[in-house]
């Protein structure tokens, strides 16, 4: 059993199954991975992928021909990236870049036609002035007329009061290497409206055929929650002029409780 650990910053079950849980959370199919796919058709590249994690959206635009760099602050979640290249031909392995940082603060000396945070990765920003800092690093990164995609939950009430309970059910993945059960339990710790606040203990448990516990690994999730007319003001100020706002991937409208997926231009 590992220490409890901030989440995605240490090697272990967390991050060895996330695109199995991502995949399981975006059922059916990876309708995340395809709308970024149709907006950089769109928009161009290069592309800045933020919160890149496993490079679970970063490889698929390098295989559509887009030259995609991923930025983020674990290096366990990095490593995975990296060694998907082995499953790639060479021209797709030379478009795509992992590079360890803080979307908070860096500078790439290079310009993007398109900045992507996908997979709620901005909300792991747990202040106001980190949140700005991160807005003004992108659109320093971004060439004029180009555009940032962020997604981000759209908080419900009911969940955001003191002591509410978490609703997900409980999660069972199989862990690609293993092929063992992983069961994932989320036990909300912390809820606070004042900053906006939830924090959630996560315990992975690696099973064996016997029935076994093998493994366990407890990580801490700490994530800010932030209203859809906030986010707007938030990214009026920091420069951006908004033109498109979705509660799902099929581009429907918004829509409480759902997400809030944003598409802002750099004028």
């Known amino acids: 059993m590992t220490d ?4 995605y910053q240490a090697d272990g079950l967390n991050v060895e199954t996330f695109d199995e849980l991502t995949a399981q959370d975006f059922a059916p199919g990876d309708k ?3 709308f970024y796919l149709r907006q950089a058709r769109r928009f161009g590249g290069p592309v800045l992928d933020l919160g890149a994690g496993t490079g679970r959206v970063a490889w698929p635009l390098a295989e559509a021909g887009f ?4 930025l983020d602050l674990s290096e366990a979640m990095l490593r995975r990236a990296a060694a998907k290249g082995d499953r ?10 992992f590079l360890p940082g803080n979307m908070a603060d860096f500078d790439l000396e290079q310009q993007f036609a398109l900045v992507i945070i996908a997979f709620r990765s901005f909300q792991a920003l747990l202040s106001p002035e980190d949140q700005r800092r991160c ?6 990164h971004l060439k004029p007329g180009g555009r940032l995609i962020l997604d981000l939950f759209d908080p419900r009430l009911d969940l955001c009061v003191p ?3 978490n609703p997900c059910d409980k999660p069972t993945v199989c862990h690609p290497v293993s092929g063992n059960k992983v069961e994932i339990e989320f036990t909300r710790l912390r809820t606070d409206p004042l900053q906006q606040l939830l924090v959630e203990r996560w315990r992975f448990q690696e099973i064996d055929d016997a029935g076994k516990v093998i493994r366990e690994d407890i990580d801490h999730l700490a994530l800010r929650w932030t209203y859809r ?10 420069g951006f002029q908004i033109e498109a706002e979705y509660s799902d991937y099929d581009e429907s409208p918004p829509a409480y409780g759902r997400e809030q997926l944003w598409v802002v231009r750099k004028p």
Do not use: Q, S, W
């Open 135 to 140: 807005l003004n690093c992108i659109h320093r």
């Open 4 to 7: 409890d650990t901030p989440f």
């Open 67 to 70: 030259d995609v760099v991923g």
């Open 32 to 34: 995340d991975v395809a």
């Open 229 to 238: 007319h906030e986010m707007r003001y938030l990214l009026e100020l920091t």
């Open 88 to 97: 790639h031909a060479p021209d797709v392995r030379e478009r795509v870049r």
């Open 163 to 165: 002591d509410a309970k």
